[in-house]
């Protein structure tokens, strides 16, 4: 391959544009015998994902959370995962866009509403979501949670489907409660 056409490849490769979407702020809260989670996606919303909004078709964001068991100067083993869709619809004759969330297929929350910034929000915050039971678990362990939001995909020099995926981010690590006597 010439340099040419190797510069050429690259600057396609890198020729992205705009701020990477991100997962901020995430925090988890102990109630009772679950772990509810609080996050918040930065950059998510582009022309492509506004534009398909706009269009009428279900547009989706998937969470993705793994609960893990921490483990000091080892890696941190697996206890549970969950996936958390946020998927909109709009609706042009109305101009409302209900968002529905699924844990894991099932149905725990829906919403309409009318403005850009209040769908932004409704998709891109999320507000101490029951993503883990705890029970079960042994009282003294650590544990973590991470998560990680796909955007859906895109095409790589016009011919690779590639998937588009924020980095992991990890919560403060916690500890499951104790057994009611």
Do not use: C
Request: proline share 6%; hydrophobic share 45%; aromatic share 6%.
């Amino acid at each position: 391959m010439t340099r040419g056409a190797a510069l050429v490849w690259l600057l396609l490769l890198l020729a992205e544009g705009g701020p990477e979407a991100s997962v901020s702020n995430l925090q988890v809260a102990v109630d009772g015998e679950r772990a509810l989670a609080s996050l918040v996606l930065r950059n998510a919303f582009d022309g492509a994902l506004l534009a398909r909004l706009q269009s009428g078709l279900p547009t989706a964001i998937v969470y993705r959370f793994e609960l893990l068991r921490d483990r000091k100067r080892w890696f941190d083993r697996g206890v549970a995962e969950n996936t958390l869709e946020v998927a909109a619809v709009h609706d042009a004759v109305t101009q409302e866009t209900t968002v529905n969330y699924r844990l894991d297929g099932k149905l725990i929350d829906s919403r309409t509403v009318r403005e850009r910034p209040a769908i932004e929000r409704a998709m891109t915050r999320l507000e101490r979501v029951p993503v883990f039971s705890l029970e079960g678990l042994p009282h003294g362990q650590r544990l973590l949670v991470r998560a990680r939001a796909e955007l859906g995909t895109r095409m790589v020099l016009g011919l690779v489907p590639a998937r588009v995926a924020t980095a992991w981010a990890e919560s403060r690590k916690f500890r499951p409660p104790a057994p009611a006597p």
